[in-house]
Structures are given as C-alpha cells and as structure tokens.
Nanobody, 126 residues
Framework: QVQLVESGGGLVQSGGSLRLSCAASGRTLSRYGMGWFRQAPGKEREFVSAINWNGGSTNYADSVKGRFTISRDNAKNTVYLQMNSLKPEKTAVYYC???????????????????WGQGTQVTVSS
C-alpha cells in the first residue's frame, strides 16, 4: 500500500518561508515523477510544481517561479517544496502526488498522478 504523507505546513506571515516535505511508504519515490498541487477554499486544485524521477527536470506554475523550489532526496524517499516570499492569497491545502509509471517525468495534470497525500494546510497571514 502506497502512502504519501505531507508535513511542514503551518501559519506564516506574508513574505515568510516554509518547507513542505512529502514522505512515502510502500513505494520507492526515486523511480517516479512527483508533483505538488494546492487547493484554496472554494477553488479548484491547481498545479504548483513537479519533478521528474531523477531530479533532472523541474516545472513550476508561473505564479511561483523564482520563489518556490522543488527537490528530492531519494536516500530519504522524500520530496520537498521550499516556498519563499509567500503571499496571503496563496493560503491553501498543499498536496503531493506520485505518478504511477516508472521513470516518469513530472506532470502539470493532476489526473496523471496515481497516489496522493492527505494534504497539509498552509496559511499565510497579511
């Protein structure tokens, strides 16, 4: 059974930073593309960032480019999202997701991921 568990969310002031972690059990993350998505209250889930299986390729939503960094530590079976210069309008639940295909790239599309974590709340105060 594959489980993804996000952590690192919390309350931060506008302009602050947080680092989210996504740890896996039942799956070796190093073989799969991974993504981060977020969903704000009353809004649809949106893509944030993705990384391919070996960390050689990353993708970002335009709204976070230059402020967020996705990375992975395959020895720890964990993927990270470093978030800097956070903005209040980006308060949301952040989810990590894993693709199902071996040696896969990251993807902008949520329906191309097979496993999802339960989410971690990020609240940015103004």
């Amino acid at each position: 059974q594959v489980q993804l568990v996000e952590s690192g969310g919390g309350l931060v002031q506008s302009g602050g930073s947080l680092r989210l972690s996504c740890a896996a059990s039942g799956r070796t993350l190093s073989r799969y593309g991974m993504g981060w998505f977020r969903q704000a209250p009353g809004k649809e889930r949106e893509f944030v960032s993705a990384i391919n299986w070996n960390g050689g390729s990353t993708n970002y939503a335009d709204s976070v480019k230059g402020r967020f960094t996705i990375s992975r530590d395959n020895a720890k079976n964990t993927v990270y999202l470093q978030m800097n210069s956070l903005k209040p309008e980006k308060t949301a639940v952040y989810y990590c997701a894993s693709r199902g295909r071996l040696y896969s790239s990251g993807s902008y599309y949520g329906n191309e991921y097979d496993y999802w974590g339960q989410g971690t709340q990020v609240t940015v105060s103004s």
